[in-house]
């Protein structure tokens, strides 16, 4: 019997190619239903690698929404989709086979995404602040850096809001809610990594 929310593809899997230093995204799926309702997308490395995961779903007739995710090994995401879309690229340098899975259901989910990069000494360097970014918590290769160095976040109307202290930053971070521009600010050149805690 035909049923309005079955998608018209729910798994795939692909080896993605070592990572050279570029974010080589591929396509890995997608699938389309009559009908929205909640879907669960297990995203997942049968090599127990990282990868990075972009998603694009709509929920009825609109341009709908996206979310950028790293996962370590594997991770579980829950959205209300009619279309869905998933790309890949690998972040490791060995290849790397990923797969998805979609099954319709709702569980409460939680997922990361990070920035990887360096910063160059006493500059002013803008860090992203992905789609469903509620906090990010900014990691340096050299700790004994993290008192010297500031997180800066802007609003919309670019007017300066918070100053912190990568050493203050706390557990989770700072919030990235309502941000309009997030900057950190080191002392010497380092490298850094930048999580994002998002909601979703």
Same mark, same amino acid.
């Given at each position: 019997?035909?049923?309005?929310?079955?998608?018209?593809?729910?798994?795939?899997?692909?080896?993605?190619?070592?990572?050279?230093?570029?974010? /080589?995204? !591929?396509?890995? =799926? #997608?699938?389309?239903? +009559?009908? *929205?309702?909640?879907?669960?997308?297990? &995203?997942?490395? $049968?090599?127990?690698? /990282?990868? !990075?995961?972009? =998603? #694009?779903?709509?929920? +009825?007739? *609109?341009?709908?929404?996206?979310?950028? &995710?790293?996962? $370590?090994?594997?991770?579980?995401?829950?959205?209300?989709?009619?279309?869905?879309?998933?790309?890949?690229?690998?972040?490791?340098?060995?290849?790397?086979?990923?797969?998805?899975?979609?099954?319709?259901?709702?569980?409460?989910?939680?997922?990361?995404?990070?920035?990887?990069?360096?910063?160059?000494?006493?500059?002013?360097?803008?860090?992203?602040?992905?789609?469903?970014?509620?906090?990010?918590?900014?990691?340096?290769?050299?700790?004994?850096?993290?008192?010297?160095?500031?997180?800066?976040?802007?609003?919309?109307?670019?007017?300066?809001?918070?100053?912190?202290?990568?050493?203050?930053?706390?557990?989770?971070?700072?919030?990235?809610?309502?941000?309009?521009?997030?900057?950190?600010?080191?002392?010497?050149?380092?490298?850094?990594?930048?999580?994002?805690?998002?909601?979703?």
């Amino acid at each position: 019997m035909y049923c309005a929310t079955e998608l018209s593809r729910r798994s795939d899997s692909r080896s993605l190619a070592a990572f050279t230093g570029t974010l /080589a995204l !591929e396509h890995l =799926l #997608s699938g389309e239903a +009559g009908a *929205g309702t909640w879907r669960l997308v297990e &995203l997942f490395s $049968s090599d127990d690698r /990282a990868f !990075e995961a972009r =998603l #694009s779903w709509t929920s +009825g007739k *609109g341009s709908g929404a996206k979310a950028w &995710l790293t996962v $370590s090994r594997s991770t579980r995401v829950c959205v209300w989709a009619k279309h869905l879309s998933v790309q890949v690229a690998n972040l490791v340098t060995e290849t790397n086979r990923v797969g998805v899975t979609i099954a319709d259901g709702f569980a409460p989910t939680h997922n990361t995404w990070e920035e990887r990069g360096s910063l160059s000494e006493n500059s002013l360097e803008a860090l992203t602040i992905p789609p469903f970014s509620q906090r990010v918590r900014l990691e340096l290769a050299n700790p004994t850096l993290l008192s010297a160095t500031e997180l800066r976040v802007r609003d919309g109307a670019d007017i300066l809001r918070a100053v912190v202290s990568a050493a203050e930053q706390g557990e989770h971070g700072i919030p990235t809610a309502g941000a309009h521009a997030l900057t950190a600010l080191a002392p010497a050149d380092v490298a850094f990594r930048a999580v994002h805690h998002l909601a979703l």
